[in-house]
Protein backbone atom coordinates (compact mmCIF):
# COMPACT_ATOMS: atom_id res chain seq x y z
CA UNK A 1 0.00 0.00 0.00
CA UNK A 2 0.90 3.40 -0.69
CA UNK A 3 1.02 6.15 1.85
CA UNK A 4 -1.06 8.41 -0.66
CA UNK A 5 -4.60 8.82 -0.37
CA UNK A 6 -6.36 7.70 -3.34
CA UNK A 7 -7.69 10.35 -6.06
CA UNK A 8 -11.47 10.11 -4.72
CA UNK A 9 -11.00 11.19 -1.43
CA UNK A 10 -11.50 14.55 -0.32
CA UNK A 11 -8.88 15.38 2.64
CA UNK A 12 -9.04 18.50 4.41
CA UNK A 13 -5.98 19.83 3.05
CA UNK A 14 -7.66 19.90 0.01
CA UNK A 15 -11.08 21.30 1.46
CA UNK A 16 -8.87 24.17 2.80
CA UNK A 17 -7.34 24.98 -0.56
CA UNK A 18 -10.36 24.96 -1.97
CA UNK A 19 -11.86 27.53 0.37
CA UNK A 20 -8.91 29.37 0.03
CA UNK A 21 -9.29 29.46 -3.53
CA UNK A 22 -12.63 30.49 -3.10
CA UNK A 23 -11.70 33.72 -0.95
CA UNK A 24 -9.52 34.91 -3.37
CA UNK A 25 -11.88 34.55 -6.37
CA UNK A 26 -14.96 36.49 -4.13
CA UNK A 27 -11.85 39.23 -3.22
CA UNK A 28 -11.05 39.51 -6.63
CA UNK A 29 -14.92 40.03 -8.45
CA UNK A 30 -15.21 42.73 -5.58
CA UNK A 31 -12.36 44.52 -6.60
CA UNK A 32 -13.25 44.43 -9.86
CA UNK A 33 -16.74 44.98 -9.41
CA UNK A 34 -15.70 48.30 -7.42
CA UNK A 35 -12.94 49.45 -10.49
CA UNK A 36 -16.40 48.93 -12.61
CA UNK A 37 -18.61 50.77 -10.59
CA UNK A 38 -15.69 53.66 -10.56
CA UNK A 39 -15.44 53.11 -14.37
CA UNK A 40 -18.89 54.23 -15.10
CA UNK A 41 -19.52 56.86 -12.47
CA UNK A 42 -16.34 58.85 -14.39
CA UNK A 43 -17.91 58.19 -17.70
CA UNK A 44 -21.43 58.78 -16.58
CA UNK A 45 -20.60 62.41 -14.92
CA UNK A 46 -18.01 63.33 -18.41
CA UNK A 47 -21.49 62.18 -20.37
CA UNK A 48 -23.16 64.61 -17.76
CA UNK A 49 -20.87 67.16 -18.82
CA UNK A 50 -20.97 66.94 -22.69
CA UNK A 51 -24.90 66.68 -22.39
CA UNK A 52 -25.23 69.78 -20.45
CA UNK A 53 -22.63 71.69 -22.52
CA UNK A 54 -24.53 70.77 -25.84
CA UNK A 55 -27.53 71.69 -24.60
CA UNK A 56 -26.26 75.14 -23.48
CA UNK A 57 -25.21 75.60 -27.18
CA UNK A 58 -28.00 74.95 -28.60
CA UNK A 59 -30.49 76.88 -26.04
CA UNK A 60 -28.21 79.62 -27.35
CA UNK A 61 -28.18 78.65 -30.97
CA UNK A 62 -32.68 78.44 -30.98
CA UNK A 63 -32.13 81.98 -28.35
CA UNK A 64 -30.09 83.66 -31.42
CA UNK A 65 -32.35 82.58 -34.76
CA UNK A 66 -35.50 83.81 -32.67
CA UNK A 67 -33.89 86.72 -31.57
CA UNK A 68 -32.78 87.03 -35.28
CA UNK A 69 -36.12 86.52 -36.16
CA UNK A 70 -38.18 88.88 -34.49
CA UNK A 71 -36.00 91.64 -35.71
CA UNK A 72 -36.35 90.21 -39.18
CA UNK A 73 -40.17 90.64 -38.60
CA UNK A 74 -39.90 94.38 -36.93
CA UNK A 75 -38.06 95.48 -39.67
CA UNK A 76 -39.34 93.74 -42.73
CA UNK A 77 -43.34 93.09 -41.89
CA UNK A 78 -44.37 92.92 -45.23
CA UNK A 79 -41.81 90.28 -46.69
CA UNK A 80 -42.84 88.59 -43.41
CA UNK A 81 -46.31 88.28 -44.15
CA UNK A 82 -45.51 87.55 -47.96
CA UNK A 83 -43.56 84.65 -46.97
CA UNK A 84 -45.82 83.12 -44.47
CA UNK A 85 -48.99 83.86 -47.07
CA UNK A 86 -46.51 81.81 -49.63
CA UNK A 87 -45.53 78.78 -46.79
CA UNK A 88 -49.66 78.35 -46.15
CA UNK A 89 -50.14 77.92 -49.50
CA UNK A 90 -47.30 75.69 -50.14
CA UNK A 91 -48.52 73.08 -47.44
CA UNK A 92 -51.97 74.09 -48.35
CA UNK A 93 -51.72 72.30 -51.88
CA UNK A 94 -49.51 69.63 -50.52
CA UNK A 95 -52.41 68.46 -47.71
CA UNK A 96 -54.93 69.17 -50.86
CA UNK A 97 -52.66 66.87 -53.09
CA UNK A 98 -52.27 64.27 -50.44
CA UNK A 99 -56.20 63.34 -49.55
Known amino acids: MSNTAPEHIVTSEAI ?11 KRLS ?9 ASSHAGAAKDIANANLKSTSDAVEKVSREGSRFVKENPG ?21
Do not use: H, P
Open 79 to 99: LAIAGAVGVGVIIGLMIRNRY
Open 31 to 39: EVGDQLRET
Open 16 to 26: SDDDNMSDKVK
